[in-house]
């Protein structure tokens, strides 16, 4: 039984899926008939959606890809160049949050949204591992800026770079750039076994990040954290990520306490035009 069947009395025999399938699985006799998956092509298949997308006529249905979960692109929701280029400069890392808890809802919603981020071979290996306990993210602070406080003192040859000893110093005096005081900390990551691992979940953190915003939270990439937890046992311990996922990175939500009224300048790009 193929995984695709096509419905003949709504198919044009137009070809366009056959065109598009990047598995190359998907053939057409001749112009008269209806395209049809080639024999064992569900070996190959790696259940992309572009069939099911691309069919204008709600022709094709694989059985992997349920019709009811795969909606139509509504044209009233498309937005123009100007809102798409606002809304991805006016992101900006947060670094002050409001004491105010992310209710576990709307991080599942993020997350739900950000596993639509593409992934080498469609192969969605991610795992995301959310913490919202406040003592359980002080402890991560804490035992970061530990494990920085021992990477400076044995870096005798000053190769850290230079700021390291002011975020401890500035830790020790009460301000946490680790964790930002935020009241969730999100960790994607994936099998070390991955190749493209490091690649994917850098992405779908992007996902995570953009989709924030729309609902009114922020997020900050945390560098330190991440590099700590390549070292540190005890800091893994309290991560809690899966042995194997030895691709990771984090980033805090919550609530911003500030609000942007400019979009900054970068650099301009730095293009080879080959
Ligand atoms: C790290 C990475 C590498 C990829 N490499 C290729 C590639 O070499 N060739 C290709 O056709 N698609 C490549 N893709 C695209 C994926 O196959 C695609 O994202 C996935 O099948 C899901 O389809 P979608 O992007 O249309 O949602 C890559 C995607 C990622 C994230
Ligand atoms: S899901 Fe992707 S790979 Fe599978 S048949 Fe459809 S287009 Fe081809």
Same mark, same amino acid.
């Given at each position: 039984?193929?995984?695709?069947?096509?419905?003949? #009395?709504?198919?044009?025999?137009?070809?366009?899926?056959?065109?598009?399938?990047?598995?190359?699985?998907?053939?057409?006799?001749?112009?008269?008939?209806? *395209?049809?998956?080639? %024999?064992?092509?569900?070996?190959?298949?790696?259940?992309?959606?572009?069939?099911?997308?691309?069919?204008?006529?709600?022709?094709?249905?694989?059985?992997?890809?349920? =019709?009811?979960? &795969? %909606?139509? !692109?509504?044209?009233?929701?498309?937005?123009?160049?100007?809102?798409?280029?606002?809304?991805?400069?006016?992101?900006?890392?947060?670094?002050?949050?409001? /004491? /105010? *808890? $992310?209710?576990?809802?709307?991080?599942?919603?993020?997350?739900?949204?950000?596993?639509?981020?593409?992934?080498?071979?469609?192969?969605?290996?991610?795992?995301?591992? $959310?913490?919202?306990?406040?003592?359980?993210?002080?402890?991560?602070?804490?035992?970061?800026?530990?494990? =920085?406080?021992?990477? $400076?003192?044995?870096?005798?040859?000053?190769?850290?770079? &230079?700021?390291?000893?002011?975020?401890?110093?500035? +830790?020790?005096?009460?301000?946490?750039? !680790? #964790?930002?005081?935020? *009241?969730?900390?999100?960790?994607?990551?994936?099998?070390?076994? +991955?190749?493209?691992? =490091?690649?994917?979940?850098?992405?779908?953190?992007?996902?995570? @990040?953009?989709?924030?915003?729309?609902?009114?939270?922020?997020?900050?990439?945390?560098?330190?954290? &991440?590099?700590?937890?390549? +070292?540190?046992?005890?800091?893994? @311990?309290? $991560?809690?990520?899966?042995?194997?996922?030895?691709?990771?990175? &984090?980033?805090?939500?919550? +609530?911003?306490?500030?609000?942007?009224?400019?979009?900054? @300048?970068?650099? %301009?790009?730095?293009?080879?035009?080959?």
């Amino acid at each position: 039984m193929s995984a695709i069947k096509i419905d003949e #009395t709504k198919c044009k025999k137009d070809g366009l899926c056959v065109q598009e399938c990047p598995g190359g699985i998907i053939k057409q006799e001749d112009k008269e008939s209806c *395209p049809e998956m080639i %024999p064992n092509g569900e070996q190959v298949c790696f259940l992309c959606g572009h069939c099911v997308a691309i069919c204008p006529h709600d022709a094709l249905h694989h059985e992997n890809i349920p =019709m009811e979960a &795969s %909606p139509p !692109i509504l044209k009233e929701l498309s937005i123009t160049r100007e809102q798409a280029v606002q809304f991805v400069r006016s992101r900006r890392s947060i670094r002050r949050y409001k /004491k /105010k *808890p $992310v209710e576990k809802e709307t991080i599942q919603l993020l997350i739900d949204n950000a596993r639509y981020a593409p992934t080498g071979g469609n192969s969605q290996l991610l795992k995301w591992t $959310v913490h919202t306990d406040e003592t359980k993210i002080r402890a991560m602070a804490d035992l970061t800026i530990d494990w =920085m406080r021992k990477a $400076v003192a044995s870096d005798s040859n000053n190769t850290m770079a &230079s700021y390291l000893p002011m975020i401890i110093d500035a +830790y020790d005096a009460g301000v946490n750039s !680790i #964790t930002h005081d935020a *009241p969730c900390i999100v960790f994607a990551s994936a099998p070390g076994t +991955y190749d493209n691992g =490091m690649v994917d979940l850098s992405i779908a953190l992007s996902y995570f @990040e953009l989709i924030s915003v729309s609902a009114g939270l922020g997020t900050c990439w945390l560098g330190l954290i &991440s590099r700590a937890l390549k +070292y540190s046992e005890p800091l893994k @311990e309290v $991560v809690g990520l899966p042995e194997s996922h030895t691709h990771f990175y &984090s980033m805090v939500l919550g +609530y911003p306490k500030i609000k942007y009224h400019r979009l900054p @300048e970068r650099k %301009p790009a730095n293009i080879f035009w080959g």
